[in-house]
């Protein structure tokens, strides 16, 4: 895990990892982390650094990004503001309540971050995460673990200038049918739903494909010791040793509740209509 802060003004970019440029935190603060090359990376462009790892830092994913076997790295989006206090936003053109990042600013912020990077977006996706983007799921999590990385725009106040998503062609993903007062804690979840599918990550490759989403339905039910609690008992066709019984009662119980609690994903999608 690395902090990046921008190079001074009149400095030209480097082409490595800024390894020997001073970081946004004194060193002893800082986590050492293995900097493997090829490591899946994610690139998180945010005025809040300092709210990464989080929660990644935990758990598996933590423990992974202890291994090397993924890297964050943290753009301050505050060192490349305007002026002397650094000013990233100013006041909607047209008028209207809020701020609005300036384009002169997160243009500067994105070249850096994507400086090194695959030209290809397949390769490496630059993702805006935005209420009124597509809704993020486990079929884009899985591509972007297929991908070298992912450099994330944290937004805040009103939003991001248009003009900065149609000139970099960025991706627009929306966490939920919801708003946050930013982009920091959507860019965890998808992060942490991306480094699971990573290789060696989670240790058990048949545990991703059995949960939720993995096949287009809603995990089955889940039991385990003691065999009965506050008079609840396991079902009996868990217990009973026959590997096809169970495999059918989990998969019907997998439709029963996706069909009840989420019909919407067992509606044919348009290329199956056709």
């Known amino acids: 895990m690395t902090d990046q802060p921008a190079p001074a003004p009149d400095t030209p970019k480097s082409h490595g990892r800024l390894a020997v440029r001073p970081t946004l935190r ?5 986590t050492n982390t293995p900097d493997l ?6 690139k998180i462009i945010t005025l809040f650094p300092e709210a990464f790892p ?8 933590g423990k992974a990004l202890q291994e090397g076997k993924w890297r964050l790295e943290k753009i301050h989006l505050r060192e490349f503001g305007i002026g002397k206090h650094r000013n990233v936003d100013d006041t909607p053109a047209g008028g209207g ?12 912020a994105i070249d850096f971050a994507m400086d090194g990077t695959p030209p290809n977006r397949d390769d490496w996706p630059l993702v805006y995460l935005s209420p009124r983007g597509k809704r993020f799921d486990q079929a884009t999590a899985r591509r972007w673990s297929n991908a070298q990385g992912v450099t994330m725009i944290c937004g805040r106040f009103e ?8 000139h970099y062609g960025i991706e627009e993903v929306s966490l939920g049918d919801f708003v946050l ?15 699971r599918l990573l290789p060696d990550v989670l240790g058990n490759a048949q545990s991703i494909e059995e949960e939720s ?3 287009g339905l809603l995990e089955h039910p889940q039991f385990t010791k003691p065999a009965e609690w506050r008079g609840l008992p396991i079902p009996e066709v868990l217990m009973s040793g026959h590997h096809g019984k169970i495999a059918e009662w989990r998969q019907k119980m997998a439709e029963k509740i996706t069909r009840e609690r989420r019909p919407d994903m067992l509606k044919p999608s348009s290329d199956d209509q056709r």
């Open 26 to 30: 004194p060193r002893e603060l800082m």
């Open 37 to 42: 090359a090829g490591a899946w990376t994610a």
């Open 54 to 61: 989080g929660v990644l830092g935990e758990s598996l994913t």
């Open 97 to 108: 309540a809020g701020m609005v990042l300036r384009p002169d600013v997160m243009g500067n």
């Open 159 to 166: 939003g991001l200038d248009d003009r900065v998503l149609y």
């Open 181 to 195: 007062t930013g982009g920091e804690i959507a860019a965890q979840a998808m992060i942490d739903a991306t480094v």
């Open 213 to 215: 989403h993995s096949h």
